[in-house]
């Protein structure tokens, strides 16, 4: 009989247990419910090669966490500096009319901020590639001296110290823990995010708009001479290639720096023509201030290829003063102000943006 009533006791406490133990679990689940946030492709555009969302699922909780950490320029050495500092919303997240981006204790880096936009079609990082990931992406421009300036280790500490974040990372992970590895994926939900596709182009590509005669000729200008590299509808092939710039006064090597090959000397990504009208100045260095004079190196190059010249390039480049101006018409049916100015990827309150 006592032996029974063991059995008993013990089966009642197992059941109380497991009771307790699936209402906590129902608890949980019912505090940890993120919003599901579809990732769209585009119409007419590819899929991306790499799926930076398969192991990082896009929420509206990690993206909101995202766009915090994006903004905060406490995460800098000096406090000045966030990451749209060199990324600026109204220049499509380039730097806006600055050739060098400004980093922390009034110091400048040694190339021009690319825009960020359409990163998830991207494979490598950075004008020399260096980075292979979205997630790691940022860690370069955090802890670089000369741009963010700051540790990891320092950047967590000042994560820690605000309530606000506790939340946040406890309404997009499940718990408050606030690691280096959430910081990065909430970071790549905001910027994977940043997709520009609502062009002229885009409308007319869509059969919603039409060229102007000068974009309609303009466009037959692209394509038969810059649409080796900057290919539709993304306006780069994400490939480094040597365009005919010159060592500069920072001894930039561009990829070789990354591979150590002499044939990658002064190879650059191929930046997208997206926004270009925004993205002022131009190249790695940010030595040319204008479209214009872009086409107008472009035009010099190719007539006078030098040695290292990517062999795409070879082809001569002949436009006369009405057809440059067809293809600047064009490039600038590439501005999509409905990116610039869409709220949702913009700061809100409160912001620590002081650059």
Not at 217 to 238: I, M, Q, R, W
């Amino acid at each position: 009989m006592l032996k029974l009533k063991v059995i008993i006791s013990f089966l009642l406490f197992a059941a109380v247990s497991l009771f307790i133990i699936a209402a906590g679990k129902k608890d949980r689940d019912d505090i940890y419910k993120t919003t599901p946030l579809e990732f769209k492709i585009p119409k007419g555009w590819p899929k991306p090669t790499v799926d930076f969302f398969k192991k990082n699922k896009l929420t509206e909780e990690g993206f909101l966490l995202g766009k915090k950490i994006f903004y905060d320029s406490r995460l800098s050495k000096d406090g000045e500096v966030s990451c749209a500092g060199c990324h600026q919303p109204f220049g499509a997240f380039a730097t806006f009319d600055h050739d060098l981006s400004h980093g922390v204790s009034n110091s400048f880096t040694t190339r021009n901020a690319p825009a960020l936009m359409n990163l998830a079609w991207m494979i490598d990082f950075h004008w020399d590639g260096g980075v292979n990931h979205l997630e790691i992406q940022p860690l370069g421009p955090l802890t670089a001296p000369n741009e963010m300036g700051i540790t990891l280790d320092s950047a967590l500490m000042i994560l820690k110290a605000d309530s606000a974040y506790y939340r946040m990372f406890n309404n997009a992970f499940g718990n408050p823990a606030i690691t280096s590895q959430r910081m990065l994926k909430a970071l790549a939900q905001f910027t994977g995010s940043l997709i520009t596709s609502n062009s002229k182009y885009d409308r007319v590509m869509n059969g919603l708009d039409t060229f102007s005669n000068f974009e309609k000729k303009g466009y037959v200008h692209f394509k038969n001479n810059c649409a080796s590299c900057h290919k539709e509808p993304l306006f780069t092939d994400n490939s480094f290639r040597n365009n005919g710039m010159l060592l500069n006064r920072f001894k930039d090597i561009g990829r070789q720096r990354i591979t150590a090959l002499s044939s990658d000397s002064l190879k650059f990504k191929v930046p997208s023509l997206r926004n270009i009208q925004l993205t002022f100045p131009y190249m790695h260095d940010g030595s040319i201030f204008s479209v214009p004079q872009v086409i107008d190196h472009y035009i010099a190059k190719t007539n006078a290829p030098q040695i290292g010249l990517d062999s795409v390039l070879r082809k001569p480049i002949v436009l006369n003063k009405l057809q440059k101006n067809e293809l600047i018409y064009f490039l600038y049916t590439l501005t999509d102000t409905v990116f610039t100015k869409n709220k949702r990827f913009a700061p809100d309150g409160p912001v620590y943006f002081k650059h």
